[in-house]
């Protein structure tokens, strides 16, 4: 699974989400991957962050309250 989002305020700015099975080798937990690209490459963000997929929940619910 991917998407791509566009970065609001920006030209060509995007952000990636995509699920990444064993990011640190073999056994490893998948993870959740968010990369911010503002130059559009969403296959090299110049930003980006792994959440374990155990903290997605809370992590999901912490963005709610900000908004």
């Known amino acids: 699974m991917s998407k791509t989002i566009k970065l609001n305020g920006t030209?060509?700015?995007v952000i990636s989400?995509?699920?990444i099975d064993e990011p640190y080798?073999?056994?490893s937990?998948?993870?959740a991957s968010i990369g911010i690209s503002?130059?559009?490459n969403e296959n090299e963000p110049e930003?980006?962050?792994h959440i374990p997929l155990a903290?997605?929940?809370e992590v999901i619910e912490?963005?709610?309250e900000l908004k």
């Open 11 to 13: 030209k060509k700015g």
């Open 17 to 19: 989400v995509t699920k």
């Open 25 to 27: 080798g073999a056994g």
């Open 29 to 31: 937990s998948s993870v």
């Open 38 to 40: 503002l130059v559009g």
């Open 47 to 49: 930003w980006k962050v």
């Open 55 to 57: 903290n997605l929940d």
């Open 62 to 64: 912490a963005l709610k």
